[in-house]
């Protein structure tokens, strides 16, 4: 265990639905992140949060939308999505000094989009 | 050109061997390098970071460092079955803490 959980481990949905996955950390943490694991492509970060502020959108369709209430929770909203964004979503978080930049993973939410 | 670039594999290697991973990056500014290991339906897990010019060790694994010439890499020694897995390669850039990851090479060890 690394200290990131996230809900659901599993998630069907449909192209109308709105579902959000959960993200928590319990690390004293002060960074989290959201990325994208599709099938054979690098993993891809969507979006950053430094102190619950949202410092990276990494050119992200508005179907995802994140929220950060705090440093230890970030949620990832999906509604009308499409079938191409069944992926392994993944949230890490890290301290954001120089030299602890390491980022420690949740077990991830496998979405898929019918 | 990929930011980070890693040969997919499958690398083959034979158990109790030494298995040997490359990592070329495109940005020179780069300055934290990371190696994490994942298990085929698991999440990336963190085997070693690196900040420095040379080679850093932690068990069966060594990492190595080539800012010269943009390349990082991970020895993995006395290879066990267990050790099969999807490795990738990460690059943070100089400011920020944005984490960028290579494709992943996919390391096959037999026993």
């Known amino acids: 265990e690394t200290g990131v959980t996230q809900t659901p481990r599993h998630l069907v949905m449909g192209m109308t639905n709105k579902k959000s996955l959960k993200c928590e950390q319990h690390?004293?943490?002060?960074?989290m992140y959201w990325y994208k694991q599709s099938a054979k492509k690098p993993l891809e970060l969507m979006f950053v949060?430094?102190?619950?502020?949202?410092?990276e959108n990494n050119s992200v369709p508005s179907r995802f939308s994140p929220e950060c209430p705090n440093s230890s929770h970030l949620f990832l909203h999906l509604h009308t999505l499409q079938p191409e964004d069944s992926a392994l979503y993944l949230c890490?978080?890290?301290?954001?000094?120089?030299?602890?930049?390491?980022?420690?993973f949740g077990p991830g939410t496998r979405l898929l989009v019918l | 050109q990929k930011e980070v670039e890693q040969n997919s594999g499958p690398l083959s290697v034979p158990e109790g061997a030494i298995a040997s991973l490359n990592c070329t990056y495109s940005d020179r500014v780069s300055q934290s390098f990371f190696w994490y290991r994942q298990y085929s339906g698991k999440s990336p897990e963190l085997i070693m970071s690196?900040?420095?010019?040379g080679d850093k060790e932690d068990g069966r694994f060594t990492a190595q460092l080539n800012k010269a010439s943009q390349y990082v890499s991970l020895l993995i020694r006395d290879s066990q079955p267990s050790d099969s897995a999807t490795y990738l390669c990460?690059?943070?850039?100089?400011?920020?803490?944005?984490?960028?990851f290579g494709g992943g090479t996919r390391v096959l060890v037999k026993p």
């Open positions: 690390l004293g943490h002060n960074a």
């Open positions: 990460a690059v943070i850039r100089a400011a920020g803490n944005k984490l960028t």
């Open positions: 690196i900040y420095s010019n």
């Open positions: 890490a978080s890290s301290q954001d000094e120089a030299g602890q930049e390491t980022q420690y």
């Open positions: 949060y430094n102190f619950k502020e949202q410092t």
